[in-house]
């Protein structure tokens, strides 16, 4: 049962994949913007959590609840004041300035938090484990990957089910166009960048529940949210999820024969989906 | 007072100057044709109108307020919607959606509404499940002209709609108009057909390089007078 125990492990970790790569196939799918400081702005979200946790002595569920309208607002005001600014036809200037806000986090994170090696506690919460039949799953794993179903199900049904989503999409479509039907394509951009790190916030109090971070791991978890969201097709986000679970389980699997193949594992399977179906597993009929 | 005008309006595009001092107006419940060639500035009138191209405040007026420096938006929340060239349906959106979209900027009590619109047009409550942009070019437009009617606007600029489409396809759009009428919208229509422009219109604009060279009611309008506004030759 050992293999079967691999995969359910694998499928789990695949959520906290996802949860990283939901927001960045929202930004990305909406506006076309590649946030190259998605990574970062996980991390500082978790900065945020734990300073919560330690400061006013919260639960940490709670203090994400907390964070989530201040990451709002950081997300909102980042693009309405900034990254707005970027976004035309050349797609070279919102690549060099989200890479330069990714250095630019890094280094404030440094400054403010230090190198330290930091864990938000759960208490004792990231031991509990229930068992499926006879295979014991950790419920941390659990709510993760149950928070990632219940994230992507409420952006589809932001998206397709709701006046904003509509605007998201015919925005996304032709923003000159959307402007003659009154919508505001630089506040509707806002809008979804803010929303996406509400999803970031998410991501981050499983990302400093589950193992130690420090302000230097932002880039790497950026590349595991790319590779999510590339396996799955871009603009799916259903396949965003698919994708981080593709990850989850060839990384439990890499590790499972050698533990020094973990990673490697993951990005293997990312260039086979490659290879294969260079558009990604289920990619948006329309584009 | 003239509902909507412009005085003076020029537009650029970069070193291209478009339009050279249009005026034009618009009374309550009026619809005027603007005809022209191809690159006559009819478009590029559209465009300024709508707040696409932005201009001094000055330039247009609606119902007595400046709204020429308005971008898009503004625009539309005042009350003057328009049917953009080549239809520019939302490819993500299904039919129904597109027309819901048109309400986005001002959700205004009047006449028009889903059920309204798919009264004056049927095709599209079949219809209205399916992406815009699987329907036929007839289709399309009435789509378009449904998304701007959602707004319930005082003013509704039509800029081509006949283009591309079948003579039989085109009567049948303008077939909607004396409704739309009905209801309280004033009519811009933007037109190459000088036919069908000057059986829709109470007056008629003629534009040439920019300028307009010709203005009038229909029946004051002889061939030959329209004939040298549009070609510039006697």
Same mark, same amino acid.
């Given at each position: 049962m050992a293999w079967l125990d691999t995969i359910i492990q694998g499928v789990l970790l695949g959520g906290l994949y996802a949860l990283f790569a939901a927001g960045l196939s929202l930004v990305f799918g909406i506006m076309r913007l590649v946030n190259l400081a998605h990574g970062d702005l996980i991390v500082l979200a978790a900065f945020l959590i734990l300073m919560l946790v330690s400061a006013l002595g919260l639960n940490p569920f709670l203090a994400a609840?907390?964070?989530?309208?201040?990451?709002?607002?950081?997300?909102?005001?980042? %693009?309405?004041?900034?990254?707005?600014?970027?976004?035309?036809?050349?797609?070279?200037? !919102?690549?060099?300035? &989200?890479?330069?806000?990714?250095? *630019? =986090? %890094?280094?404030?994170?440094? %400054?403010?938090?230090?190198?330290?090696? $930091? $864990?938000?506690?759960? +208490?004792?919460?990231?031991? *509990?484990? *229930?068992?499926? +039949?006879? =295979?014991?799953?950790?419920?941390? !794993?659990?709510?993760?990957?149950?928070?990632?179903? /219940?994230?992507i199900v409420g952006l589809n049904q932001l998206f397709y $089910? &709701?006046?904003?989503?509509? /605007?998201? $999409? /015919? &925005?996304s479509d032709d923003p000159v166009t959307a402007g003659l039907m009154g919508i505001q394509p630089k506040r509707i951009f806002a809008t979804a960048t803010g929303i996406a790190m509400v999803v970031v916030t998410i991501a981050a109090l499983y990302l400093g529940t589950r193992a130690n971070f420090d302000p230097t791991i932002g880039p790497a978890r950026l590349i595991y949210a790319f590779e999510a969201v590339i396996i799955g097709g871009l603009g799916s986000l259903w396949?965003?999820?698919?994708? +981080? =679970?593709?990850?989850? =389980?060839? %990384? &439990?699997?890499g590790a499972a024969i050698n533990p020094e193949w973990q990673i490697l594992a993951g990005h293997l399977a990312f260039l086979v989906v490659l290879l294969v179906r260079p558009r990604g597993l289920f990619p948006r009929a329309v584009d | 007072m @003239?509902?909507?005008? #412009?005085?003076?309006? #020029? @537009?650029?595009?970069?070193d291209f100057q478009a339009l050279f001092g249009v005026d034009i107006a618009l009374d309550p419940g009026e619809t005027i044709a603007i005809i022209g060639a191809n690159g006559a500035g009819k478009t590029t009138l559209m465009r300024s109108i709508a707040g696409i191209l932005t201009n001094q405040p000055k330039a247009v007026l609606f119902d007595g307020e400046e709204i020429g420096a308005m971008p898009a938006p503004d625009i539309v929340a005042r009350g003057i919607a328009m049917v953009p060239e080549g239809r520019k349906l939302f490819p993500s959106l299904s039919v129904e959606e597109n027309l819901l979209i048109g309400r986005y900027g001002r959700a205004v009590a009047g006449h028009w509404s889903l059920e309204t619109v798919y009264e004056l047009f049927p095709i599209l409550r079949e219809r209205r499940a399916n992406p815009g942009t699987a329907l036929s070019g007839g289709q399309q437009q009435m789509v378009a002209i449904g998304r701007a009617l959602m707004s319930n606007p005082r003013v509704l600029l039509c800029d081509e709609i006949s283009l591309g489409l079948a003579p039989v396809v085109i009567r049948d759009i303008y077939t909607a108009f004396p409704r739309i009428r @009905?209801?309280? @919208?004033?009519?811009?229509?933007?037109?190459?057909?000088?036919?069908?422009a000057l059986k829709v219109a109470d007056r008629v604009y003629c534009m040439m390089e920019g300028r307009i060279t010709l203005s009038g009611a229909p029946a004051a309008l002889t061939r030959e007078k329209i004939h040298a506004a549009y070609f510039g030759v006697a």
């Open positions: 609840l907390l964070a989530m309208p201040l990451m709002f607002a950081i997300g909102w005001a980042l %693009q309405f004041f900034l990254l707005n600014r970027t976004l035309g036809t050349d797609i070279l200037p !919102p690549l060099l300035v &989200t890479f330069g806000l990714s250095i *630019v =986090i %890094q280094n404030g994170l440094l %400054q403010g938090f230090a190198a330290d090696s $930091r $864990r938000i506690s759960v +208490g004792g919460l990231e031991s *509990v484990s *229930v068992a499926l +039949g006879p =295979i014991n799953v950790g419920v941390m !794993p659990l709510l993760t990957l149950a928070s990632a179903i /219940a994230v $089910r &709701t006046s904003l989503g509509r /605007a998201f $999409r /015919a &925005t396949g965003t999820l698919f994708g +981080g =679970i593709v990850i989850g =389980i060839a %990384q &439990t699997f | @003239a509902l909507l005008e #412009t005085k003076g309006l #020029t @537009a650029h595009y970069g @009905a209801a309280g @919208a004033s009519i811009v229509v933007v037109e190459q057909d000088i036919g069908q």
